[in-house]
C-alpha cells in the first residue's frame, strides 16, 4: 500500500469519524432538547414522554342512545298519588314500620314515612311482598327471617317481625318519548329522531373528552415523575400550607371545637403528623405549578384572552357551574389562570407523548376483538419531591 492510498484511507476514515461525532451530538442534542431545568426544577423528560397505551373510546350504540334517553324520562317522571285500590307492585308505598325480636324492638328495625319501591329489594325477601295487597290505612303484622348472611351478626339467620302500616300509595309516571318531550328537555332538536342524534352525538363528545382526560392526566404523570425540585418557593408553600389549616381551623370552629381537637379527634391523628401533610400537600401543589410554567415558557404555550375565555368555559363545565360567571365567583383571577394554563400543559404533553402498547394492554386488544371491552386509565396523585 504506498503512500498516497494511505493518506486517501486516512482522509476517509476522518471523515467518517467526523460524521459519527455529528451524529452521536444530533442524538445527544435530540435528548436533552426533551428535558430541561430552571432554577427550581430538573425535568429529565417531558416532550415525547411515553405512556402506556389509552384505549380509544368504542363506537357509541343504539342501546347506548336509549339507555340515555331513558334516564332522561325518568328524571323528568312525576309522581301521581293512588287512590281506590291496592298496593301493586312498582307502586311506592309510603309506611310506618316496627321490627321486632322476641316481642323487643330492636336497633335500626323501625322507621316513619319510609318511600318504599315495591320490587325494588331494598329489603328483606319478603317484606316488599307482603304490602301487596294492602291498601292506605291497613296496618298488619308480618313474620320474616333475616338471611344467613346478613351484615349484621346481631340479626343474620334470627326470625323477625314486622308491624307494617300503609300510610299512602303513590306511582311514578314516566312521560313517552314524544316531538312534544323532546322540544321540553332540548334547545337544539324538535323531533324524536333530531334528539336521538343529539344524544348520539353527546355521548360520542363524552367518550372522547374521558379519552382525551386520561391520556392527558397520564402524560402529565409521567412528567411529575420526571421532575426533581431542586429548591421550592418558600412564600408559595407557605402561602397554601396557610390557607389549608384555616380551612380546618374554620371548620373546627363550626363546629365548636378547638383545632387540635378536630384533628385528633377527627382525623384520627396528630396535629404534628397532620401538618407535615399539609406540608407535603402544599409542595405537590407548588411543584405542579413550577413544572406548568417551566413547560409553558420553554414551549411558548400562551395563555391570552381569547385562549383564557375559553380555557373558562371547559373549566366552568369540567366542574359543574352553571356558566362562567358562577365559577369566577368561586375561585381567584390566579387561581382560574393557573388551572387555565395548566390544562393548556397537559393537552401540547398529550400531542407530544409518545402511547406504548404494553403486554396487559395488549391481551386486552385482543380479546376485545370477540367481546368489546374498554380500559380505563387511573391517574396517581403526584407526591412532592
Not at 429529565?44 to 339507555?67: A, F, H, L, M, R
Not at 309510603?94 to 318504599?116: C, R, W
Not at 418558600?234 to 402561602?239: A, H, I, S, T
Request: one cysteine or more; glycine letters at 6%.
Amino acid at each position: 500500500m504506498n503512500n498516497k492510498t494511505r493518506c486517501t484511507m486516512k482522509k476517509k476514515v476522518a471523515m467518517l469519524l467526523t460524521g459519527v461525532m455529528a451524529v452521536s451530538l444530533m442524538m445527544t442534542g435530540c435528548q436533552s432538547a426533551k428535558g430541561l431545568e430552571t432554577e427550581n426544577v430538573k425535568i429529565s423528560v417531558y416532550k415525547g414522554v411515553e405512556v402506556d397505551k389509552v384505549d380509544k373510546p368504542s363506537e357509541v350504540t343504539d342501546d347506548d342512545v336509549n339507555t340515555q334517553i331513558q334516564s332522561v324520562l325518568d328524571e323528568n317522571s312525576t309522581t301521581e298519588e293512588v287512590t281506590g285500590r291496592a298496593v301493586k307492585k312498582g307502586d311506592t308505598a309510603t309506611i310506618d314500620f316496627v321490627g321486632k325480636m322476641n316481642g323487643e324492638a330492636f336497633d335500626g328495625g323501625s322507621s316513619t314515612d319510609y318511600p318504599l319501591e315495591i320490587g325494588s329489594n331494598s329489603f328483606i325477601d319478603g317484606f316488599e311482598d307482603s304490602i301487596i295487597g294492602h291498601n292506605a290505612g291497613d296496618t298488619f303484622d308480618w313474620n320474616g327471617k333475616f338471611p344467613e348472611n346478613y351484615g349484621s351478626s346481631d340479626l343474620a339467620g334470627k326470625d323477625v317481625t314486622f308491624t307494617i302500616t300503609v300510610k299512602s300509595i303513590s306511582k311514578k309516571k314516566t312521560p313517552k318519548l314524544t316531538d312534544k318531550f323532546v322540544k321540553k328537555v332540548s334547545k337544539e332538536s324538535k323531533t324524536v329522531e333530531e334528539y336521538k342524534e343529539e344524544v348520539k352525538k353527546s355521548l360520542e363528545e363524552d367518550n372522547e373528552k374521558t379519552y382525551n382526560d386520561s391520556l392527558q392526566q397520564a402524560a402529565w404523570q409521567k412528567v411529575l415523575d420526571n421532575t426533581k425540585v431542586k429548591k421550592y418557593p418558600e412564600k408559595d408553600v407557605k402561602k397554601i400550607e396557610d390557607s389549608l389549616i384555616s380551612q380546618y381551623k374554620s371548620v373546627a370552629e363550626a363546629y365548636n371545637m378547638s383545632y387540635d381537637d378536630l384533628i385528633e379527634q377527627q382525623m384520627g391523628t396528630t396535629v404534628e403528623k397532620f401538618e407535615k401533610q399539609v406540608t407535603k400537600a402544599a409542595k405537590s401543589s407548588v411543584k405542579q405549578t413550577l413544572v406548568t410554567k417551566a413547560i409553558a415558557d420553554k414551549e411558548n404555550i400562551k395563555l391570552d384572552d381569547e385562549t383564557y375565555k375559553t380555557e373558562l368555559k371547559k373549566i366552568a363545565d369540567a366542574y359543574g357551574y352553571d356558566s362562567v360567571k358562577a365559577l369566577k365567583k368561586a375561585a381567584s383571577k390566579s387561581e382560574l389562570k393557573e388551572i387555565a394554563l395548566n390544562d393548556l400543559v397537559k393537552e401540547w404533553l398529550a400531542n407530544q407523548c409518545i402511547q406504548v402498547e404494553t403486554s396487559s394492554s395488549s391481551s386486552s386488544s385482543s380479546s376485545s376483538s370477540s367481546s368489546s371491552s374498554d380500559s380505563s386509565s387511573s391517574s396517581s396523585s403526584d407526591s412532592g419531591n
